[in-house]
């Protein structure tokens, strides 16, 4: 089962703290959201798992980390400072401003449905920030406005330290900022959110292979994140949409939000575009893409072939995921509201092990027992020590109560200290399980080993 309403995910999220309202206190700030504790946790993993996909598990992609502020050239010639923008319509009469090519119908406004609308005109969409003590029209920078432009113009230095050869890939996740003008659909389009991009830089004329390779790797994580296939479709960008250096079938995986259809990830064939525009000496490659004379460049963004003496500007096939969009997309999932029979219902969670945000909850009994409480804490000591993520000490003195809690936040299972536990030799625990809802006894010398062989399972 699915959340219906984005309103029912919103409440959720707030109530269970995974997600607040940015600057709350203050009436909010539109288009920022906070992560509270369960959120931090959930993000954390599910950046984790896309890391371990796409770094640790190949061998041919590296990481890197670049500045969220950069030169300003960068976005020069990248093409953003130009025409990184949307079209923007305002209504004249309720003067709502809305993306032309978002709005249920381009004749009327969204909110007031008058078609007394402006024509629609470029909306720049990077945030612009002064630098240094004095503010200037010159000592200006940007906030990235996406992460792969600091990848493509390390290209060279992360492939001269690793001695690495067409194809790899770079890979790296983080915040990015775009003033949108309409921010909406809580995380789906906010004006600071974070990226999961990876570039992999291929020979001309392999890039339509790769580009399937990548578009079936990426769907396929996805279902792995517990998203159901059902639920998610490859749209290519058509022909209007398509920017000017992509080549078809550039487009988007999509997966069915609460709102509807829209873009998870983009799976883009961006040719030698990037390359190709931040290389120094553009004259001396066959630049197939349209590029703006690159002035400024001191370093050649080529790659010369060991083996055939090929030089060439490498083609991109970029994999660009949005770790806040793939958060309402693996709650959505999740969340179901289960009939139990007799008039009893929960809320659970079902989220894939490896992204729960508490894996174990370790329960005492009785919250004032001193005996109890200390061995919990013991077993909570012990597991977290398996570096799984974390394990709660969770000391409410109400095990019904522990468990309900626990299957709303999805944590897959309790471990619960009674007054056996102290007596038994060898003593043993109950572990109880969210999906299934059944308990057995595991001695508590097992437990270590029970737990990692739990996570260890899909
Ligand atoms: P859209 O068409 O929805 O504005 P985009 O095509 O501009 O998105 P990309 O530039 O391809 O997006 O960025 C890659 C990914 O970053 C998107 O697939 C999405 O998951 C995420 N993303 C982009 N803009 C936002 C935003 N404003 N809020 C949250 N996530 C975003």
Redesign the pocket.
């Given at each position: 089962m699915a959340v219906k309403l984005m309103e029912t995910l919103v409440a959720f999220c707030k109530r269970r703290g995974f997600v607040f309202q940015g600057s709350d206190i203050y009436g909010g700030l539109k288009g920022t959201y906070d992560f509270g504790p369960l959120g931090v946790e959930l993000k954390k993993n599910l950046r984790q798992a896309w890391w371990t996909t796409m770094v640790y598990e190949r061998d041919d992609v590296e990481g890197i980390e670049c500045t969220h502020i950069s030169n300003k050239l960068i976005w020069k010639y990248s093409g953003h400072e130009d025409s990184f923008s949307d079209p923007l319509v305002e209504c004249k009469d309720c003067h709502t401003r809305m993306r032309e090519d978002k709005m249920v119908d381009k004749t009327k406004c969204d909110k007031c449905g008058s078609t007394n609308l402006t024509e629609p005109r470029p909306f720049h969409l990077m945030m612009k920030i002064d630098m240094g003590p004095v503010a200037n029209d010159e000592d200006y920078a940007y906030l990235r406005a996406?992460t792969a432009q600091g990848t493509y113009i390390n290209f060279r230095n992360v492939m001269d330290s690793t001695s690495r050869k067409i194809p790899f890939g770079i890979a790296q996740h983080g915040q990015s900022f775009?003033n949108?003008i309409t921010p909406r659909n809580f995380?789906?389009?906010?004006?600071e959110?974070e990226?999961a991009?990876m570039q992999f830089f291929v020979e001309p004329g392999t890039d339509k292979e790769w580009f399937e390779t990548w578009k079936n790797i990426r769907t396929d994580w996805w279902i792995k994140q517990g998203l159901s296939e059902k639920n998610l479709r490859f749209e290519p960008h058509s022909p209007d949409d398509l920017v000017f250096y992509a080549k078809p079938p550039t487009g988007?995986i999509e997966y069915k939000f609460p709102h509807g259809w829209?873009?998870?990830?983009?799976i883009h064939n961006r040719t030698d575009y990037d390359l190709g525009t931040h290389t120094k000496n553009q004259k001396e490659f066959d630049i197939q893409a349209t590029v703006k004379e690159n002035t400024h460049s001191n370093t050649k963004l080529n790659y010369l072939d060991p083996q055939t003496g090929q030089n060439y500007i490498p083609f991109v096939i970029e994999v660009?995921?949005?770790l806040?969009?793939g958060i309402i997309a693996v709650l959505n999932e999740a969340y179901a509201e289960e009939d139990l029979g007799d008039g009893k219902s929960r809320i659970v969670l079902k989220l894939k092990k490896h992204l729960a945000p508490i894996k174990v909850a370790v329960v005492p009994l009785a919250k004032n027992n001193p005996e109890l409480v200390a061995l919990a804490k013991d077993v909570k000591n012990r597991l977290q020590k398996l570096g799984l993520g974390r394990i709660l000490f969770e000391n409410t003195g109400n095990v019904g109560k522990a468990y309900r809690r626990h299957d709303e936040v999805g944590t897959p299972l309790c471990l619960t200290i009674d007054f056996e536990s102290l007596e038994e030799k060898p003593a043993s625990l109950t572990v109880r399980d969210r999906d299934t809802m059944k308990q057995e006894r595991i001695e508590i010398d097992q437990i270590e080993t029970y737990v990692l062989n739990y996570f260890k399972g899909e």
């Open positions: 996406e775009r949108e995380l789906f389009r906010t004006r959110f990226q991009e988007d829209d873009e998870l990830e983009g660009a995921a949005g806040n969009r």
